[in-house]
């Protein structure tokens, strides 16, 4: 699919959401998914798309969500004692890829609903 464009066929990306979309909606086609989830992205035609990943995902936002409400005791009853820390440990090195994957998805979607040449 073209909003993939670019992409190699499989991607390390951060999932972590307490609602999830179990199955696309009847437009829409699965781009991607995972053994933890059916439906990590999806896109109906060629300019529109979703995802349950977090795309948008920083240290910053990993530090935000630490701050929330019961986000540490959450994580770390699904990951076990110390999640949170493996989990920065994990992440923050992969961060730059799923920048420029984040980067990639913006301009394939420039492009494809023909904002961008």
Known sequence: HRLFAGFPPR??????H???VKQAPGAATVLAQSENAGVQAIAVDHHAIGTQFHCEFTAQTMTGWSSLPSYIESLERHRGEGAYGRLMAEALPLMPAMTDATRRIYDNLMVATGLRG
């Open 18 to 20: 307490f609602a999830e």
């Open 11 to 16: 991607s390390k990306v951060m999932q972590w």
